[in-house]
């Protein structure tokens, strides 16, 4: 089992910046894959960007350029670091872990609120 929690969400000026944290605990070292992911009311949740065990990165195409992802392996957390916020990027962000052998397990942090005004 892995346990998932995020803080760091808040409220936020539209330009403004915020990071997101992901403290990991339990099986941490079946991780395979972190990401965040995140849904805005009334819409899916999407993936925002991915994180590997051996640090490649991936992002939607609507973060790039502005969010970063970021793992610290010897304190077991994630991070997104978001910048250049859009009211568009309100939703609540969620942590995500890939686990065990071949992914065969996924877990899911409780989730944080960012709202970004205009």
């Known amino acids: 089992q892995v346990q998932l929690v995020e803080s760091g969400g808040g409220l936020v000026q539209g330009g403004g910046s915020l990071r997101l944290s992901c403290a990991a605990s339990?099986?941490?070292?079946?991780?395979?894959?972190m990401s965040w992911y995140r849904q805005a009311p009334g819409k899916q949740r999407e993936l925002v960007a991915t994180?590997?065990?051996?640090?490649?990165?991936n992002y939607a195409d609507s973060v790039k350029g502005r969010f970063t992802i970021s793992r610290d392996y010897a304190k077991n957390m994630m991070y997104l670091q978001m910048t250049a916020l859009k009211p568009e990027d309100t939703a609540v962000y969620y942590c995500?872990?890939?686990?065990?052998?071949?992914?065969?397990?996924?877990?899911w942090g409780q989730g944080t609120q960012v709202t970004v005004s205009s």
């Open positions: 994180i590997t065990e051996g640090g490649s990165t």
């Open positions: 339990g099986s941490i070292f079946s991780i395979n894959a």
């Open positions: 995500y872990a890939v686990a065990g052998l071949g992914s065969k397990y996924d877990f």
